[in-house]
């Protein structure tokens, strides 16, 4: 029997992981690296942007509107009451019965800004940066429970499977980041969101577009550090070979998944040095640590405000802050104080840092929930309101939005949206526009058919509230 012994001369040269591929990986430039085999490279969309970066700050739950932003008198009147008969014809809720009484709301309305913007007691943080808000008191949903509506404001539908809004803004632009994940997902709250991880999963479209969920203490990813054993050396040895047998495979499949492994096995390996650094929130000045309220070390929703501006600033594209804490179906009026003293003055000084640093005006900033609450109680202690999806409220900032506006409104019990009703399509029609995408023409082909966020029901961009 005749045998083929291999040399380590022969692996070390002819499979490229020795010290030369090393180096010449290194004199790579970005424009190189952003090869057909390299699905984060950046890339030019329909047309000029006005925004590079997004940052969802995703109240899971979903928030009373009539606590924080819809202020109703009339509902306040007529609390205690039923509501009129022809308001719930047809009307489908989550939990209430068609006996539940009109609840009015529980907190104190002001005027702010130049803009009069109406808002709650609550946020007090909020309400000094109203100049710079644009928002909208008249969303719909097509969903009343809390996983498929979190999947459809995230996804664009009730299904799972779908890709998320921040895996679709990857797919279409990449990554300027080169050393932190294009998409990055945070979770604060009570919970995790109901949607799980559906809310930012890449669905049909390659898995490197998904986002990646980072903590916000300790280790930012579970199992970054090398394990006993394995020092650099060994671990840049090994990371070589496999990449250099995945491209292998990769030019004979055109395997997108395969473009996917790469690139995940190379971010974790920069991430080892780039992800501590980014978390290391003690090289703020004590200003900004004022600002958001946060103290190095103790993880919050305000730090991870602080750390969305940190990866928007070295280049990451979406971010999104899950604050899973808002269903209130009892216990309303404690429960949203504390909500409220949790997420406010890190959403406000979100607004106020990236405005400071230049980096509003390209950055969008969206708050809200998956729907609203409704006009009546829920509760038998009159302190607790349910899932209603016919009307709620959203805020955006930056990224090109008219600022110190209110647009559309609901009726006087606040349970329809009436005045310029905005649906979930819509608003990922005009956030894909502000990116520079045409909705319909930012598609992927799976399952034969050319698939997009929007889907094929009518969406519309909202040129009203753009600046």
């Known amino acids: 029997m005749t045998t083929n012994p291999i040399s380590r001369r022969w692996f070390m ?12 990986a290194s004199l790579i430039n970005e424009s190189a690296a952003a090869a057909a085999d390299d699905p984060m490279a950046v890339k030019t969309p329909h047309f000029p942007g006005k925004v590079k970066n997004v940052i969802f700050l995703f109240m899971a739950g979903a ?6 932003f819809d202020n ?7 609390d205690g009451q039923l509501p009129p008969a022809e308001l719930l014809e047809g009307y489908r809720a989550a939990f209430i019965n068609p006996n539940s009484k009109l609840l009015g709301p529980k907190f104190k309305f002001a005027k702010h800004g130049q803009s009069g913007a109406e808002i709650s007691e609550l946020l007090p943080y909020t309400a000094a940066v109203a100049d710079d808000l644009t928002i909208i008191k008249s969303m719909k949903t097509d969903a009343f429970n809390h996983a498929p509506a979190q999947i459809m404001m995230n996804t664009g539908s009730q299904l799972f499977g779908k890709p998320s809004l921040g895996a ?10 080169r050393d932190l994940p294009g998409f990055v997902v945070f979770s604060s709250g009570t919970k995790g969101p109901s949607g799980g991880s559906s809310n930012w999963g890449s669905g049909y479209l390659p898995t490197v577009y998904q986002g990646v969920q980072l903590r916000s203490v300790g280790d930012p990813v579970l199992y970054l550090s090398n394990p006993a054993g394995i020092d650099s050396r060994v671990q840049r040895d090994s990371l070589d070979a496999i990449s250099e047998l995945n491209r292998q495979r990769l030019a004979v499949t055109g395997d997108p998944e395969i473009a996917t492994r790469i690139n995940s096995f190379e971010m974790a390996y920069r991430m080892q040095s780039s992800a501590p650094e980014l978390m290391d929130i003690s090289t703020e000045t004590q200003e900004t640590l004022d600002l958001y309220g946060v103290k190095p070390g103790e993880s919050s929703f305000a730090k991870n405000c602080l750390l969305a501006r940190r990866l928007v ?17 009892g216990n309303l009026t404690k429960d949203i104080q504390k909500n409220c003293l949790a997420t406010d003055q890190g959403c406000a000084a979100l607004i106020q840092d990236l405005k400071q640093r230049g980096m509003l005006d390209e950055t969008l900033v969206i708050w809200g929930g998956e729907f609203g609450r409704t006009p009546m109680v829920q509760g038998g202690g009159n302190d607790g309101r349910d899932h209603h999806p016919n009307a709620f409220t959203m805020w955006m900032a930056g990224g090109g939005m008219k600022p110190g506006i209110t647009y559309g409104g609901t009726d006087d019990l606040g349970f329809n949206s009436v005045i310029d009703p905005i649906h979930v399509r819509d608003l990922h029609a005009t956030i894909l526009h502000q990116l520079g995408f045409d ?24 040129d009203d509230i753009l600046g």
Do not use: M, N
């Not at 928030?63 to 924080?68: A, V």
């Not at 109703?72 to 007529?78: C, G, H, Q």
């Not at 594209?317 to 804490?325: D, I, P, S």
């Open 63 to 68: 928030p009373s509107q009539f606590e924080l």
């Open 13 to 24: 040269q002819d499979c490229g992981v020795g010290l030369g591929s090393i180096a010449l």
């Open 313 to 329: 600033e070295g280049g990451t594209r979406f971010v999104q802050l899950f604050h899973e804490a808002w269903d209130q179906h």
């Open 72 to 78: 109703k008198p009339e509902l306040a009147k007529f």
């Open 439 to 462: 909705h319909q023409r930012l598609t992927f082909k799976f399952q034969g058919l050319e698939q997009r966020l929007t889907g094929v029901e009518e969406a519309h961009v909202i």
């Open 168 to 177: 679709w803004s990857l797919y279409g632009l990449g990554s300027e980041s």
